[in-house]
């Protein structure tokens, strides 16, 4: 198929839209364009879900290889960061239930948190050592319970956001959001309130 040219206004960068029907359609410079528009935003979630370097790499490049292989399926091409957000919470999800069982089998031994990547190096001792308990505890939460408190209390994100990204009820969001909350609290000897 002919790469489509990619010309926007003068001054203008391409919409996302205008990216996607082109990659669509075969143009493997949109495909890097969208790459390089959000590389960083992958890169960092993947960060918060995963807690390790080498992890969070494996996981970034998985989605965007899952991404320019599915990018035909996109019904709403100016959509693309959303799609791609929640592309990287469904495979972090895959990826998260694929190691438990290798662990269950004894295939897989458990991977230190490189929680350096998520603790500012400028933070306090004692913040940085109450932040690094709490990612390894977060660790051994089940993906359904450990995505929406990351996305919560580390991304921002509403519940409404949440909910539409994992496609589960507000309900369900929160229910796991406080189950996290409770877990973290009780590991911390604090109580439920967190």
């Not at 493997?28 to 979630?45: F, I, N, S, T």
């Not at 603790?119 to 977060?138: D, F, G, I, K, N």
Request: glycine residues 6%; proline residues 6%.
């Amino acid at each position: 198929m002919p790469e489509l040219h990619l010309r926007p206004r003068q001054g203008a960068a391409p919409t996302d839209a205008l990216l996607v029907r082109a990659a669509q359609n075969g143009d493997e410079g949109a495909h890097a364009v969208l790459y390089q528009r959000y590389a960083k935003m992958v890169d960092r979630l993947a960060y918060h879900l995963t807690g390790s370097g080498p992890d969070a790499e494996d996981l970034a490049q998985d989605v965007f290889v899952e991404a320019m292989e599915s990018i035909h399926h996109i019904r709403e091409p100016a959509a693309f960061a959303q799609w791609l957000r929640s592309l990287t919470f469904r495979t972090a999800t895959r990826r998260w239930r694929r190691q438990r069982l290798q662990k269950l089998l004894g295939l897989r031994r458990a991977a230190p948190i490189d929680v350096d990547q998520l603790v500012s190096s400028t933070a306090p001792p004692e913040v940085s050592w109450e932040l690094r308990c709490v990612y390894r505890h977060l660790d051994k939460l089940p993906p359904k319970v450990r995505i929406p408190f990351v996305l919560s209390r580390v991304e921002g994100l509403s519940l409404g956001e949440i909910a539409a990204e994992l496609g589960r009820s507000e309900g369900t969001i929160k229910r796991s959001i406080r189950r996290a909350e409770q877990s973290v609290a009780r590991f911390q000897g604090r109580g439920a309130d967190f």
